[in-house]
């Protein structure tokens, strides 16, 4: 298989899947018990009457039964409108595309930060194996591991922002906005990363070219990080790239507490008020991103590491 | 040995995903406000100079958990609490109706006519005049339809229940016709019932064409949604000119963060609903860096109880709950003293609250429960907002007085949404809700908790119904007389405090925390009162 047959596949692999996904998003939304009309109407503690929720319900299409709901929705999203927001009334496209820069640069920052941090441990670990730095990093990847994303956050908050005042507490307005929540979002997958790393690095130091260059009198950093790295390295990089996925995820509870008016918070909002439009537009995007990156962390697997084919054959 | 072509396809790679990671970083970095407009002076999170040295015309930062400013879809486009817009008839602190941009007004002996005579030498943000043409196109704009928005619906028919014409009289002067006597509309038209917009600054359909153009003291400089809207001092304001020449709002949706926010300097107040949990706020007392400001909230917290089905279907068992409960430790334990007990379903917010001694007492609770219940105990859902970390410890404390009568509760946390439709099936025991007061014309409450067809009668399945309600409501909403009003209002106060259609905790108290290196930031009835907000000298 070429590789522009391959990329073809794949895309029109997406097809079946984003309607899959956007019709589970939608059937979830309707089978949670909750009205989106008078959710709308009910923002800010008022309580809307019966016949506010008739008229509200009237207008955005409400009274139709599901089915006709999700139909005008497909026949709509298809020519690139994905709808109304039923709480805020603006264009959902508009909608998310508005924010999708928020959580895309924050995205960015936590991969560069999760591959940086990932990297270091991960090396510095087989470094001084066996040795304190080796038991301190793990130590280190255990807590990041365990700690929940929004607790971490408030106390980055609360030392950074709030007690040392070297850093903003939320908001946007550039690299010192984005620390916080980007080592928020990127500590867990910094620890996996470096776990997995420090795990394949020893795997292939036991391996005769390692040995055969130890036995040169190579320094165990530049065995470690000359000779090993490049090849423990695929692994790890497929692993960040398919973590973008948990971190879009990660998004939505990081991006509430820092204030970020990304796609993650937008979809918080959605899922409190039974916004149908807004859940499916935010689940399409995400999902196209996601196969996206998949797609892109294939690609760069191959050309990372010329022992993956398709089809049996070189790239 | 890697050969070259194998070493150019792995740098290949590594410059591909390098680039990815730097364009996105930067995809985003054009919009930053720091880099498209100036940085907020204030909004480094260094500590700040002393209050001495401030420049009086330096911007203030606050900040609220929403966007105060929603935008060109909301019917209103901004809070009330920004002074961007004004209404024809506003609030005092008792929350009766007082002029605005209606200077003054009359009704007619029928109560059917209501005569406006307006403001003389009102402008618009965007330099119109404020005259009976721009009421009238304020009041075609509303006969559109509802228009939602996050404040309250605008919607002509809540608003001026039976109008049925609305008309010019001269340059100066609107007169409003009702179908039936309206003698309480001026407390309908209160703020969000009397918004007024230049006639420019909105479409056929009634959307705003971009900012909004009112008259207020403060004019939108810049609205960028989810992050803040930039207010500026209005020159040609009619009135006393704000103090403050710009404050920028920012929307912090985290009330831990805005907190640490507050703390750092970042921010130098919070405002709006829920600008600061009890708890929070505490903390701040005794700091001299930091005031609290409170008042009545317009927001009542309560218990509403199945009434269509065992066993509070039986008002003795209703009696019973309202009676073992100990409302003052709920505020002050829970809430740190910030909430008002009452047993009455008005909020005190209103000139017609009337104030009824709270009764609480356990062996009263005990024998009416034991009159129904015999030897037997019950046990019955109790419904709480999950979200909310107060309502849990609230929960418990109310179920274990609650046990002392024989009543098990099973406490169910769940998301608000479900638990509304919960409350429309009857499928519970006991729920926690609240109400906020839309004006302080209470028939509204009233009619929607106490009359047989009142639609929280029905969708809390409270089962309630008083044909002496039903005939006070009758008799109160054709009186033309207040005082005859008032008694009517009066009476049936008395009766939501004995029959319970719902079992009251407290009324809520409006929390805000500032910084004291500003002056004038006192908690309103709704919001503050921002023109007065300015720094400290």
Redesign the interface.
Known sequence: MTMGRYLLHKLLSLLPVLLGITLAAFTLGVL????PA????S??????????VA??ER?LGLDAPYPVQYLRWVGRALSGDLGTSYR???PVAEELL??L??T??L???S??LACALGLFLGCAAVIGRGRWPDLLIQALTGLQLSFPAFWLG?LL??LF??TL??????????AG?MLLPAVTLSSATAATAARLLRSTLLGELGKPYCTAAAARGITPARLVVRNAL?NAAVPV?ALLGNSLGGMLGGSVIVE????L?GIG?YALEAI???DYPALQGYVLLTGLIYVGVTL?VDV?SM??D?RVRLGGKHL | MMKPTQRRSRLLALLLALALCLGLMGCAGGNAPGSSTPAPENSSPVPQEPADTVDPNAEIVLAGYRNLAPGEKDGYYCSKILYVWEPLVTQDGSAAPVPCLAESWEMSEDGTRWTFHLRRGVKFHDGGDFNADAVIANFDRMKLGVKSSSFYPLDIDAHYPNLTAYEKVDENTVRLTFSQPAPTQLYNMVNFGSAIYSPACFDEAGDFKGICAGTGPFCIAENKLDEYVLLERFEEYWGEPAKAKTIRVRVIPDADTRFSALKSGEILGVIDLNAIPAALAVELTGDERFALTTTKSTMIRFLTLSGTQAPFNDLRMRQAVSLALRRSEITDGLYYGFGTPTTNILNYATPFYKDIPVEEDLAKAKALAGEVLGDRRVTVTYLYNGAEAAQKGEAELIASWLGEIGIDCRLTPLEYAVMREQLKTGDYGIARMQQGLSNSEPSTIFRRFMLTGGDHNKNYSLGYRSDEVDALMERASSALDMEVRRECYDRIQEISAQELPVVPLFNDVTLMAYSTRLTGYEAKLYGIELPLVAWAQ
């Open positions: 949670s018990p909750g009205d008078e959710l709308a109407l923002q800010g503690g008022y309580e809307p009457t019966a016949e506010q008229e509200l207008q805020s009334r603006r508005r924010r820069p928020v895309l640069e995205a960015a920052w991969i560069t408030l908050i609360l922002a709030e005042g070297w850093l903003p507490t939320s908001g946007t307005g550039g906005h490049p990089a509430s507490i820092f204030a008016p918070s409190g008020g039974r892109l760069v050309l990372l010329p």
